[in-house]
């Protein structure tokens, strides 16, 4: 589903087979013609485009479209660290979201991934990236557990198996670094040396500084071994073997630059 079908990403998917349908979260009357006659919504946030209060409207919406059109599983990409009382505005919008969806009675099951691997491209990060180092806001030697969105989505496996995983919560990692580790990891990626840097909190947006305020003091606490046997068929990612597939050119050149 998607609110622009001719958008090449949607022609992108369309084109390895997928059935594209027009829906907006906005527009409710266009979620029901989309759910009618489905088996399964895997259905991820909005966030960053639509703010905390943006984001509880849609999964309000979502769920209450899935509950109308009787479909018989939702899986919803929630957030790790929404079960917690931690005051991060991500956690507080999937926090609603989550208690909306267990007192609708909709059939479900919440993915809760960890930091995402992708972020450090997020553009708080740049400058550093393009000074050639490796940033974090987190002492050198603190393991945060990250998951790129390529295993999120591989979880959606569990539509297959619905049974299995109805009702239930799963905090979704991949694997667990430290900034030093990050730093090389992605040393050896480019073939040249990139230091880490911790990055002081007040350097960062708000929503982000209480974030990493979250997870200095509790982490993210995923158990890594039972979501990979919980999932013995996905092929979850280490950082490492993530970063290999991603564009580090602004860090190379500059790494160059300063050996």
Not at 130 to 151: E, Y
């Amino acid at each position: 589903m998607t609110r622009d079908p001719s958008s090449p990403a949607a022609q992108a998917v369309g084109a390895a087979g997928a059935e594209i349908v027009r829906g907006d979260l906005d527009e409710r009357a266009s979620l029901l013609a989309a759910a009618r006659g489905i088996d399964a919504v895997f259905a991820a946030g909005t966030l960053h485009r639509a703010g905390p209060d943006g984001d509880i409207r849609h999964g309000i919406t979502l769920t209450d479209t899935v509950r109308a059109a009787r479909v018989p599983h939702l899986l919803y990409v929630s957030v790790a660290g929404a079960e917690t009382e931690a005051d991060v505005p991500l956690f507080r919008s999937k926090r609603a979201v989550e208690a909306y969806i267990r007192k609708s009675g909709v059939p479900a099951t919440i993915l809760a991934p960890v930091y995402f691997m992708e972020n450090i491209f997020m553009p708080w990060w740049q400058p550093f990236l393009r000074a050639g180092k490796f940033p974090l806001a987190l002492p050198a030697s603190t393991r945060m557990q990250q998951v790129p969105v390529a295993d999120v989505t591989a979880a959606a496996a569990a539509i297959e198996r619905r049974d299995d995983f109805l009702g239930e919560r799963m905090i979704i990692a991949s694997d667990a670094i430290s900034g030093s580790d990050g730093a090389r990891v992605i040393s050896r990626v480019v073939g040249a040396t990139v230091p880490f840097e911790e990055v002081p909190i007040e350097r960062l947006p708000e929503g982000v500084q209480r974030l990493f305020l979250h997870v200095r003091a509790m982490g993210f606490g995923a158990d890594i071994p039972a979501v990979r046997a919980a999932f013995p068929d996905t092929r979850w990612h280490t950082f490492e073997e993530w970063a290999a597939g991603q564009d580090w050119s602004a860090i190379h050149a500059a790494a160059l630059r300063e050996e």
